[in-house]
Structure formats: structure tokens, C-alpha cells
């Protein structure tokens, strides 16, 4: 069985940003499948795809007014962290490590995707803003400041 499968569980309505999550799940059954000598290529192409992935929703949360330093940010930023950490694991003769991790990152995703990303795509729609183009269409839904913190009022930073 697979660490994690696309299932409308993980679908937020949003193309792109479900476009791109199915990759990642795609990327993270290649780990899953891979033989330990490609295991570190494919674990290369995960990491390259989730520093993209993850520096557009950070832009995204820029362009609408969600801050560099809230939660979901800081998630981005510890995530690409420890893959990283994967791959100089492997380096290290240890390609155990990738596997571990895969499983790992198969878990968070899934709950990151139904918390933060459903928010965050909530958000998006909200306030009218095209992913592709960076344009607000409905500017007056923006916040009149930065969301910080987890964007609540209790968890402000």
C-alpha cells in the first residue's frame, strides 16, 4: 500500500494548487517504488518540486496579506529543512533515512493539506486572487493588515 494516495480528501478546489499536490503525491509514491540505487535521484526530484511548490503558496500568502513569519510559512520552511537532511542521509550510506522520511512526509501532508492549504485556498477564493496571474479581484476582502501568526486572533506573533 501506498504512504499516501490522491483521494478527493486532499482535493481544496483550487486547480493549481491541487495540480501540484497531486504531483507531490505522485513524487512521493516514486520514493516509495524506488530501488536504493535511484532512491536519491527521485528523492531529489521530491525535494526540488516542494521548494517550488512551497515558495508559490508562500508568494501567495505575500500577494494577499498572510505574513512571511505565520505558522503555515514556518511549516514550509521546517519541512524542506529535514527532506533536505534525506538526502545528505543518504550521502551518508544510510538510504533507510529517505524511506523513513517518505512515510513521515505522506502523514504531515495529508494533515497540512486538510488544515493549512484548505485555509489558505479558502482564503484565495475569498479574496478573488488567479494564481497564475497574482491578481486580487476582490481587493476590499483583502485583510486591512498582515494575518500572522496561524491567523487567529490567540495565536498572533
Known amino acids: 500500500m501506498s504512504y499516501l494516495e490522491w483521494s478527493e480528501a486532499l482535493s481544496l478546489d483550487l486547480p493549481t494548487m491541487d495540480d501540484t499536490h497531486r504531483e507531490l503525491v505522485e513524487l512521493l509514491g516514486a520514493v516509495e517504488d524506488s530501488p536504493d540505487e535511484?532512491?536519491?535521484?527521485?528523492?531529489?526530484?521530491?525535494?526540488?518540486?516542494?521548494?517550488?511548490?512551497?515558495?508559490?503558496?508562500?508568494?501567495?500568502?505575500?500577494?494577499?496579506?498572510?505574513?512571511?513569519?505565520?505558522?503555515?510559512?514556518?511549516?514550509?520552511?521546517?519541512?524542506?529543512?529535514?527532506?533536505?537532511?534525506?538526502?545528505?542521509?543518504?550521502?551518508?550510506?544510510?538510504?533507510?533515512?529517505?524511506?523513513?522520511?517518505?512515510?513521515?512526509?505522506?502523514?504531515?501532508f495529508l494533515q497540512h493539506t486538510q488544515s493549512m492549504d484548505a485555509a489558505l485556498a479558502l482564503h484565495l477564493r475569498r479574496v478573488g486572487y488567479d494564481v497564475i496571474t497574482g491578481v486580487v479581484s476582490i481587493p476590499n476582502a483583502l485583510p486591512a493588515e498582515e494575518i500572522r501568526g496561524c491567523a487567529s486572533a490567540t495565536c498572533r506573533t
Open 38 to 108: 535511484h532512491l536519491v535521484t527521485r528523492w531529489r526530484v521530491l525535494i526540488d518540486h516542494t521548494e517550488d511548490h512551497f515558495a508559490r503558496e508562500d508568494q501567495w500568502m505575500r500577494d494577499t496579506r498572510f505574513s512571511s513569519v505565520n505558522c503555515h510559512t514556518t511549516q514550509h520552511q521546517v519541512v524542506l529543512q529535514v527532506i533536505r537532511e534525506g538526502e545528505t542521509a543518504y550521502h551518508s550510506g544510510r538510504p533507510e533515512v529517505i524511506r523513513v522520511m517518505a512515510r513521515e512526509l505522506a502523514k504531515w
